[in-house]
Every structure is written in C-alpha cells, then in structure tokens.
C-alpha cells in the first residue's frame, strides 16, 4: 500500500487564489518531496525537503513539514492556469525508493 | 540538457504479445527506476538499478515482467506475454547522487494490451 496520502482528493480554485495541499505518511523519513503531473506528462520535480528541515520557499511554492505529525503541505500562492496539474508527494527512508501518495488533482479556473 | 526519453510513447498489442519499452537516462545519472500508474493503484515503483545493477525488483508483478541496463544510458523493460491487466503508463526516472536528490521523469508509455 502507499505510504502518501494527500488531502484533498481534488481541489478546484480561481486565478489568483491559493492552494494548499496536504499530505500524510505512515513511517520515518529522510526527506518528502513534491511532484507535478500535467495531463499525458511524466511527473516534474517541484522540491525536496528534508526531514531536519520545517520549510523551505521555491518561488510560489512554499512547502512545511511536520515529522511529529508526520504530514507535509503544499502551498502555492497566486495560483495560474498553468498550475493545473496532479501534485504527489513522496517519501524516501534509508533506501532508493520513492513512495508516492494518490496525489491531488488541482483545477484552476480563468 | 535532453530529459528522459521513453519509447514508444503508446503502445497497442494484443495479448500473448511480447512488449519492450525502452528507456534513455540523462547523461551522468547512476540510478534508473520503472513505474507504473494506473487509476487504481496510483504510481509503483517496478524496479530500480544503482550503476547498472539491479537493486530491488521486488515490485515487479510476476515473472513476465524483466528489466534490464545493458549500459549506463539505456534500460528496457520487457513483458512477455503480455495480458489485458497490463495495461497501464509506465515510466522510467533517472536520478544522480543519492537519495537527496529529485528523480528525472519520461512522459511514459502508455501500454493497451486488447
């Protein structure tokens, strides 16, 4: 089963807006990193954060991270059209391996 | 830089069929891993190489499915015979370094098997 979960499922907003995804996971981790899949695409690298960390900013992301709660968001500011797209998190402990949650689907509205 | 090059980007074959996808690293990355995404079951990791060996396949389904790296910048994944359940997008991702480092992904192939 996955570790990842986020909430929500799906999220539908209007330009300008922001959106805030969360996620959940289960074990230990030495970092959680969020990916983008637009429509038909491979999924796209947004940022890595790592398990001693609390935030970290990349342009108009802004992603937190909870290991007591062991959750995770993502917040995109001044969301755009473009920003239509599955995002996924994902954890890695002490191994290669990559455990991606279900995703969220986001719909932005002009 | 070229990103991820995965072959054929759509695939239809009957069952009983062998189905091959292919896989171009970017140049300088060490580690490979197969994916597949399906509604369902969301995206799997198959199998990953580290330096051209195989890691842990221990999310390949069954023996039908094989992966190889016969060098460094190019990996195949191999279904034989194929059957309906199959069916899905399969992706490969590359990455350097270690596990503190993003992967890189193709666009997939996206795999019907009739």
């Known amino acids: 089963s996955q570790q990842g979960e986020e909430d929500p499922q799906a999220l539908s907003i209007q330009e300008g807006e922001n959106a805030t995804m969360n996620c959940s996971y289960k074990t230990s981790i030495n970092n959680l990193q969020w990916y983008r899949q637009n429509s038909g695409r491979g999924l796209v690298h947004l940022i890595l954060?790592?398990?001693?960390?609390r935030e970290k900013h990349s342009g108009r992301l802004r992603v937190t991270l909870d290991t007591s709660k062991k959750s995770s968001s993502l917040l995109i500011t001044a969301s755009r059209a473009a920003d239509t797209a599955s995002y996924f998190c994902?954890?890695?402990?002490?191994?290669?391996?990559?455990?991606f949650g279900t995703g969220t689907r986001l719909q932005v509205f002009p | 830089d070229a990103g991820v090059i995965q072959s054929p980007r759509h695939e239809v074959t009957e069952m009983g069929q062998e189905v091959t996808l292919r896989c171009k690293l970017i140049?300088?990355?060490?580690?490979l891993f197969w994916y597949r995404q399906t509604m369902m079951r969301g995206l799997e990791l198959l199998i990953y190489f580290n330096n051209n060996v195989p890691i842990d396949d221990s999310g390949m389904p069954e023996d039908r499915f094989s992966a190889k790296m016969p060098n460094a910048s190019f990996s195949t994944l191999k279904i034989q015979p194929s059957e309906p359940r199959d069916s899905a997008v399969y992706f490969c991702?590359?990455?350097?370094?270690?596990?503190?480092?993003?992967?890189?992904f193709g666009d997939g192939t996206r795999l019907s098997i009739l």
């Open positions: 991702a590359s990455r350097s370094g270690t596990i503190n480092q993003p992967q890189h």
């Open positions: 140049s300088g990355h060490n580690s």
């Open positions: 954060i790592r398990s001693n960390e």
């Open positions: 994902a954890t890695g402990y002490n191994t290669d391996k990559l455990i």
